[in-house]
């Protein structure tokens, strides 16, 4: 297979790889965890490159990217430690209305998520349900014209400042069951919604979302009512594509930190570099990234497929290797680095963090591999 890059694609990571840099997080910059990285400003420079129009379509107002496209930003972003609602926003949100969306929904919040002016955020997880999107306790009742939903949603990413929400509830069936889940967009602002904003781990922002009897028209249904679990499952994978191309971008420069630390730390009067012990262990380091290179781009290719029975352990396979890739990457950095890797102002102890968000998002090492073993059928449902 070719795996070059086109013309296009070339000079979108130049574009993106400077703006990153520029605008890459400074952990010695913040006094506390959760400290506001990202501003107007930030956002508006993705708006200005075209970046939050990248995966729609040219008919909806965007720039007709694809799975590659997105990796390559998201690249960027992990490597720059950028926590702006971009995944959020453009590939969880958007991907929701771009693949499940009526032409008018599209037509009506595309153009804002493109010129920066709409954020979204999936609220999705709730207390009980760990990493199963058909385990949802919260409901939606017809009533009228309208549904009524009641529920508590947890680590809502970039659920703060989201203008949409979209939400999942139950319109029939029981909690675990697969059908009977609706998806509805949510305007943030709606009677009955309340958030609570807090840091995450790795500096972006997550809510606790609270439905009280909230209100929303009918005509703001995503995709099928009580079928809205094929399509979550589909935006999910196309998030955890990306999840695995922002961990790509973050083991990347945690493993050049390394090897710039080991070539310039004195010890016995030489580089600690020139220890052959070490120079092993940022070989296994550099293998780690690589793998999880190919597996990232592997997500990459996968994440469009139609049919869930390829896609699903595609997907699952590569975020598993990419959490494994992670963990090694990040420890070896640490242990190498000695204590400067734990002080809030040097970077290594934040991109470890970074891997360690990502590895939990949409499901963990164990998650996925069960997953993968369930497609092979190695595994029996108890």
């Avoid at 959760?34 to 909806?60: C, H, T």
């Avoid at 079928?227 to 973050?250: E, F, I, N, Q, Y």
């Avoid at 070490?278 to 380091?285: E, G, N, T, V, Y």
């Avoid at 592997?298 to 497929?305: G, I, R, S």
Wanted: with cysteine; hydrophobic share 40%.
């Amino acid at each position: 297979m070719d795996f070059d890059m086109t013309e296009e694609q070339r000079l979108l990571k130049e574009s993106i790889d400077r703006f990153a840099a520029d605008n890459a997080r400074d952990p010695g910059a913040h006094s506390a965890p959760g400290a506001a990285q990202d501003g107007a400003a930030l956002w508006s420079g993705f708006a200005e490159l075209g970046l939050l129009a990248l995966p729609f379509s040219e008919e909806d107002g965007g720039i007709g990217g694809g799975p590659v496209e997105t990796m390559i930003v998201m690249e960027a972003i992990g490597r720059g430690l950028i926590t702006a609602p971009y995944l959020s926003t453009v590939v969880l949100g958007g991907g929701f209305l771009r693949l499940g969306g009526t032409e008018a929904q599209r037509q009506e919040f595309i153009p804002q998520i493109a010129d920066g002016s709409l954020k979204l955020a999936f609220a999705q997880l709730e207390r009980q349900s760990r990493y199963d999107l058909h385990d949802v306790s919260t409901t939606a009742r017809r009533d009228g014209s309208d549904y009524v939903l009641d529920g508590r949603k947890g680590v809502v990413l970039g659920g703060d400042e989201a203008g949409l929400l979209v939400v999942t509830a139950r319109t029939a069936g029981s909690r675990r069951d697969e059908g009977g889940i609706t998806l509805f967009l949510v305007d943030g602002d709606t009677p009955g919604v309340t958030r609570r904003g807090m840091p995450a781990q790795d500096g972006s922002r997550v809510a606790e979302i609270a439905l009280d009897g909230v209100r929303v028209p009918a005509e703001r249904v995503l995709g099928e009512v009580d079928g809205g679990l094929r399509l979550a499952s589909h935006v999910v994978d196309v998030a955890l594509a990306a999840l695995c191309a922002d961990s790509l971008g973050a083991m990347e420069e945690l493993q050049r930190l390394t090897v710039d630390y080991l070539k310039t730390r004195q010890q016995f009067g030489v580089a600690i570099g020139s220890f052959q012990a070490l120079q092993h262990r940022a070989a296994d380091m550099l293998v780690a990234v690589e793998q999880a290179r190919s597996m990232a781009m592997y997500a990459a290719m996968m994440a469009e497929e139609a049919d869930p029975r390829e896609r699903r352990p595609a997907i699952a396979a590569a975020k598993a290797q990419v959490n494994r890739s992670g963990r090694q990457v990040g420890q070896e950095a640490v242990q190498l680095h000695g204590g400067i890797a734990m002080t809030w102002e040097y970077k290594a102890g934040h991109y470890f963090k970074r891997l360690t968000s990502n590895d939990v998002l949409f499901g963990d090492t164990d998650h996925h591999l069960r997953a993968v073993m369930e497609a092979g059928g190695l595994v029996e449902e108890i």
